[in-house]
């Protein structure tokens, strides 16, 4: 399906008078690189701070923060009583 300019007008004009959002990027404390020569080492590091680390893992958070998942959020609509 394909838009017309009068459909995306009409789209724009849903949003006349909301508010803006804004999404500020958390940014940690401090960032470090630790090198490992060994995956032994990489184990051991693993298991010293309590997490999972592959030689994948590009960055963690501590203590550990899970992944956020937008799936606990929903909208609902509540046409206007008037």
Request: glycine fraction near 2%; avoid cysteine.
């Amino acid at each position: 399906m394909k838009l017309t300019i009068e459909d995306k007008d009409k789209a724009n004009e849903e949003w006349v008078g909301m508010p803006e959002f804004e999404q500020v990027k958390k940014e940690p404390f401090s960032k470090i690189v630790v090198r490992f020569e060994t995956e032994d080492d990489l184990k051991e590091f693993s298991e010293l701070i309590g997490q999972k680390l592959t030689q994948k893992t590009k960055s963690i958070w501590h203590p550990h923060k899970p992944h956020r998942r937008s799936t606990n959020n929903y909208y609902t609509y509540e046409p206007s009583k008037s």
